[in-house]
């Protein structure tokens, strides 16, 4: 996957561009925990977040408790996407799914730089778009896929946004991901270490065959990857 959003705040198309200049002496570098909460229902944010090596949930959550991700945010996009876009405030949650690293920005320098209309507005808008898309056909896995396709395009979108091939994650905590039930995560990530796929031991899954995932997932995982690939290409900076 194009690594050119996060990176937009250094390079975009080789070259350092005067928004992302401006923007540079103001980022923070700060460690994200796993589970560690970066925005809840309602709340307004105060600062943005450039994930590097983590990955954050957007989830939402119902009276009960009960929640379902909507879409996963890594090294591609940032977390805050509502104080941009004039909302303020969102009702879903952002959760870090994936422990590591990112840069945090005070809301307001971005969207400062978001008003002046260059090129960090063009990247942010299509990003957004990138961003809806995901969670559009995130609603449609999750009400006509299986368990088992909807495990896969999890993993797959969770691989794209990380350096590596291994994911720390709890059985429990994927099904809260994906709003199932945890035996219907035990079965199916069952099956994908018989099918020799991955191996998973004590909430670490390792991915062994990622073209067996690939051929195995519903055509989500396309959808959502062609249009992140489409949005954030370099060649659509102006």
């Not at 945090?104 to 002046?116: D, H, I, V």
């Not at 999750?142 to 969770?158: A, F, G, I, M």
């Amino acid at each position: 996957m194009n690594r050119g959003y996060v990176q937009p705040l250094k390079k975009v198309s080789g070259k350092l561009l005067p928004d992302h200049s401006r923007l540079l002496p103001d980022l923070e570098r700060v460690t994200l925990t796993l589970g560690e909460s970066l925005s809840e229902s309602g709340r307004h944010m105060s600062h943005v977040y450039f994930p590097l090596d983590s990955i954050v949930s957007l989830l939402c959550v119902m009276e009960n408790g009960a929640s379902t991700e909507i879409a996963v945010v890594g090294h591609e996009g940032v977390v805050g996407v509502a104080l941009f876009m004039g909302g303020e405030t969102t009702p879903s949650r952002a959760i870090v799914q994936s422990a590591g690293s990112a840069y945090r920005l005070k809301g307001q320098l971005l969207k400062n730089e978001f008003y002046r209309a260059g090129p960090m507005q063009w990247l942010l808008l299509r990003y957004t778009q990138a961003l809806l898309t995901q969670m559009a056909q995130t609603a449609v896995c999750n009400r006509h896929h299986s368990v088992d396709q909807q495990l896969c395009r999890w993993l797959l979108l969770s691989l794209d946004r990380l350096p590596g091939d291994k994911l720390v994650m709890t059985q429990e905590l994927i099904a809260n991901m994906l709003g199932v039930r945890r035996e219907g995560v035990t079965e199916a990530a069952g099956k994908l270490q018989k099918a020799g796929l991955i191996s998973y031991n004590r909430g670490h899954i390792t991915v062994i065959d990622r073209r067996g995932l690939e051929a195995r997932v519903c055509e989500c995982y396309a959808v959502v990857k062609n249009e992140y690939d489409r949005l954030l290409n370099h060649q659509h900076v102006r």
